[in-house]
């Protein structure tokens, strides 16, 4: 039986990002309470340096800020420590700021400087980590996950691509990150692309 959510893929590339610098990564769903690691039995000291939180549909507002404001207990408070991304937070970045003093990052994550780190390496195509996740709640089954293309031409007025990624990009060659995904997992017999609009691409022949 296969899962039926899709998996965090955002979240999944900054897995990769940290790891490769030798962090410690670990992934939780919702207001998980495992976060709250005890530095010794006499303190009560949060371990955890950063915090990452991306976000889906606008109607799930009120549960997006409630995880937020829940969060900043597992960095002691810092709001500087905590990093909000992803559809809503795109979309409504001031009524977020608004309600728990955290400025979202906007758009595509395409560089560490978004996150507060030096570099010019693009986070977006990095290969997702797989194995942060339970397998059992997410999609991962059999599959690659990639987009060839970012943003769209068309700007209708009700779609809200054009505020998330504004810059349209006709062609990304995923070749590189499929590698590195064969390389750590195996061959997968399924390609799910994530693209807004595969189809007004005019490489969609070499795509």
Not at 42 to 52: C, G, N, V
Not at 63 to 75: E, H, L, P, R
Not at 167 to 174: M, R, V
Request: proline share 5%; charged share 20%; aromatic share 12%.
């Amino acid at each position: 039986e296969e899962s039926l959510f899709y998996p965090p893929i955002g979240l999944l590339k900054l897995a990769t990002f940290h790891r490769q610098r030798g962090d410690e990564v670990k992934f939780v769903i919702g207001c998980n309470k495992a976060i709250f690691q005890v530095a010794d039995m006499f303190s009560h000291e949060i371990l955890w340096d950063r915090i990452y939180i991306t976000t889906l549909f606008t109607f799930d507002w009120k549960n997006i800020v409630k995880t937020i404001n829940f969060y900043k207990n597992a960095v002691g408070g810092s709001i500087h420590k905590i990093y909000v991304g992803g559809i809503m937070a795109s979309l409504m970045p001031d009524d977020i700021y608004e309600e728990t003093g955290i400025q979202p990052v906007i758009g595509i994550l395409d560089s560490p400087q978004k996150i507060g780190f030096n570099g010019n390496e693009n986070i977006d195509l990095l290969p997702p980590d797989y194995s942060v996740l339970d397998n059992r709640i997410y999609a991962i089954n059999d599959t690659y996950y990639a987009y060839t293309t970012r943003g769209c031409k068309n700007r209708c007025s009700w779609c809200g691509v054009p505020d998330i990624e504004p810059t349209y990009c006709n062609y990304i060659d995923i070749k590189p990150m499929i590698r590195q995904m064969r390389a750590t997992y195996g061959d997968k017999s399924r390609l799910k692309l994530m693209d807004n609009n595969l189809l007004v691409s005019p490489n969609l022949e070499q795509i």
